[in-house]
């Protein structure tokens, strides 16, 4: 059908910038799962400015892998490792944040730095697993290389945002980031499917139904937000005070 369209010869003179949208349109619907993902990531830094930071820098170091893989996808594509390397990585960072610690008494394991820059790597390496999945599909749409360099740079740029979205939500949230790593754990197993068996692979729209299913649990129930009790000692003095100096004046 997609084909029939970019053929037709109403499209024919629009052909360039139609599959421009078409790309554009997939790099954002296949970010959200991506973007919860690193938005995790950076959240291990604590501090706002550095999680900011280590987005802006991880991110560039992922857009020039995701150009390394474009450029090199006819080849990749003839070996299964690499495909099994990006499932095992994200598998991998699921069992590191859902595996048990007795030391914490509460249900999150978010992930914790030492350094800024490890979160980098790990930000970009991450973007490059989930890549594997939207550059084949983009490959398979467009003919012209720079079309499908255009697109992978608007798709860092919406993940970019999106991410950022998603570290405020993931505050807010109290199975947000739970939902996103369940999420990061079904784009490997669908990518370790493909190795051992590509028929076992599900159909992409029960992929969207599942993913699309987590986020509405994860977006299901808002944190209960307490104020230090310093804070809130503060908001009735100044509640207080007012009525205090009326009294006085009286």
């Known amino acids: 059908m997609l084909d029939q369209i970019l053929d037709s010869s109403l499209a024919l003179s ?29 959240q291990g830094l604590g501090e706002r400015k550095l999680q900011q930071k280590a987005l802006n820098f991880g991110l560039v170091l992922a857009y020039l892998f995701r150009v390394g893989l474009i450029l090199t996808a006819t080849w990749i594509m003839n070996y ?15 069992f590191n944040y859902f595996r048990s610690d007795d030391q914490q ?8 730095f030492k350094s800024f820059w490890q979160a980098i790597p790990m930000i970009a390496i991450t973007d490059l697993a989930f890549s594997l999945d939207s ?21 860092v740029i919406t993940l970019r945002f999106l991410a950022e979205l998603f ?55 808002r944190n209960l937000v307490e104020l230090p009790s310093e804070t809130r000692e503060e908001e009735l003095i100044s509640v207080a005070e007012p009525y205090n100096r009326d009294r006085g004046n009286h």
């Open 135 to 155: 550059v084949t599909t983009a490959i398979a749409i467009a003919d012209d290389l720079w079309l499908i360099l255009i697109g992978g740079a608007i798709g």
């Open 80 to 94: 299964w490792q690499f495909e099994l390397a990006g499932a095992l990585y994200l598998l991998w960072l699921v």
């Open 167 to 221: 570290i405020t939500w993931l505050t807010e949230f109290t199975h947000l980031e739970d939902a996103g790593f369940v999420t990061v754990g079904l784009v490997g197993l669908r990518l370790l499917l493909r190795v051992i068996n590509p028929d076992l692979v599900p159909p992409e729209w029960v992929m969207i139904v599942a993913i699309a299913g987590l986020f509405i649990w994860g977006f299901s129930k």
């Open 105 to 112: 008494d509460h249900k999150h394991h978010t992930l914790e």
């Open 14 to 42: 629009l052909k360039t910038p139609l599959v421009l949208v078409i790309l554009i349109i997939l790099e954002a619907v296949l970010s959200a799962d991506n973007a919860i993902a690193l938005a995790a990531i950076a």
